[in-house]
Nanobody
Framework: QVQLVESGGGSVQAGGSLRLSCAAS????????MGWFRQGPGKEREFVAS????????YYADSVKGRFTISRDNAKNTVYLQMNSLKPEDTAVYYC??????????????WGQGTQVTVSS
């Protein structure tokens, strides 16, 4: 069973940057694809980005393409999300989780507690 702990959230002004981290424990992390999702106020949870085991393939939501970069360090069991040029609409709780090997846009769980990102204009 994988356990996930997200960190790195905070409050920034529009145009700023944040780097989120997701520390994972458990054997599944070392072999599976991982992703970031977010849930904004009054919205459903949505896909943000995902990455395969080697880090050689990454997928992004159109809304973050060109601004966010997902990466992973398997030696540290950690997935990162570098967020640049942040916009107020990026305000959300950000979660990392495993994603389905057959569909990198779909979460397979489990979920961590999330980390809050707030972007002010």
């Amino acid at each position: 069973q994988v356990q996930l702990v997200e960190s790195g959230g905070g409050s920034v002004q529009a145009g700023g940057s944040l780097r989120l981290s997701c520390a994972a424990s458990g054997r599944a992390f070392s072999t599976g694809p991982m992703g970031w999702f977010r849930q904004g106020p009054g919205k459903e949870r949505e896909f943000v980005a995902s990455i395969n085991w080697s880090g050689g393939r990454a997928y992004y939501a159109d809304s973050v393409k060109g601004r966010f970069t997902i990466s992973r360090d398997n030696a540290k069991n950690t997935v990162y999300l570098q967020m640049n040029s942040l916009k107020p609409e990026d305000t959300a709780v950000y979660y990392c989780t495993a994603v389905l090997p057959q569909n990198y846009y779909s979460p397979s769980g489990p979920w961590g507690q999330g980390t809050q990102v707030t972007v002010s204009s």
